[in-house]
């Protein structure tokens, strides 16, 4: 899987995690700080289990958002865009301790690459059939408020109503304890989460195609913002 991705985004390589894992990266040219948009694309280890809103539609959208981007027209001063898609983000079988063990690739890209990034957006469960992003407690409330902003733009307020969901630790934490600022984009509720159920009767397409409009849009516009 991780042969085919790497070259479907721009400048895909690999870039290896210890323990014998490997992150796919791909970049687009621009100004420094970077913006980052992250999935990860391991899946939980569990006979038969596919992973369908538990990376595969994340990945599909920063495979989607990626090809976006790559052919919007340059402009003078645009702000440089990666991509990641992390390996490791789940914790190995009879894990003790999720932060401990789990979320390996964003710990060390972020442990590598964290003064060349303005702002992190990690898309998780993002395709469920009844989604409702809030905000996690952890993302940072400046750049989450952009991104309602962007489903105002968008035309898809109504997948990001107001409110927040109790402190996830996800592929956005390593990032957000090196100081940048970072969201993730998840619907906790999944009631598949870990199960075999986690299969593609469970992705929406349509509300894949939204989350995968407004993040792009938000992207769009971060990439001509000046920070103060």
């Not at 976006?68 to 702000?79: I, T, Y």
């Not at 079988?93 to 932060?99: H, I, L, N």
């Not at 993040?215 to 971060?222: A, G, H, K, P, T």
Request: charged content about 25%; hydrophobic content about 45%.
């Amino acid at each position: 899987m991780a042969a085919r991705l790497v070259k479907l985004l721009p400048g895909g390589h690999f870039e290896a995690v210890a323990g014998g894992l490997r992150n796919i990266v791909g970049q687009l040219p621009g100004r420094l700080p970077a913006i980052l948009l992250v999935a990860h694309y391991d899946t939980t280890p569990v006979p038969g289990y596919v992973g369908a809103n538990n990376s595969a539609a994340g990945v599909g959208a920063v495979v989607a958002i990626a090809k976006a981007l790559r052919n919007d027209p340059k402009r003078a001063g645009q702000v440089a865009v990666r991509f990641l898609l992390t390996d490791g983000e789940e914790a190995p079988a009879g894990f003790s301790d999720f932060y401990a063990e789990g979320v390996r690739g964003s710990k060390a890209y972020a442990a590598a690459h964290a003064r060349e990034l303005r702002e992190v957006i990690v898309l998780d469960f993002i395709a469920l059939h009844d989604l409702r992003l809030v905000r996690d407690r952890t993302s940072d409330e400046q750049l989450w408020s952009r991104l309602r902003g962007a489903a105002v733009r968008a035309k898809t307020s109504a997948l990001f109503p107001a409110g927040e969901q109790g402190a996830v630790i996800d592929d956005h934490t390593p990032f957000l304890e090196a100081g940048i600022p970072a969201i993730d984009l998840i619907d906790f509720r999944y009631r598949c989460w870990q199960k075999l159920c986690d299969d593609l009767s469970q992705v929406s397409q349509a509300n894949l195609q939204k989350v995968g409009s407004t993040v792009l849009e938000l992207i769009r516009s971060d990439r001509l913002r000046r920070i103060r």
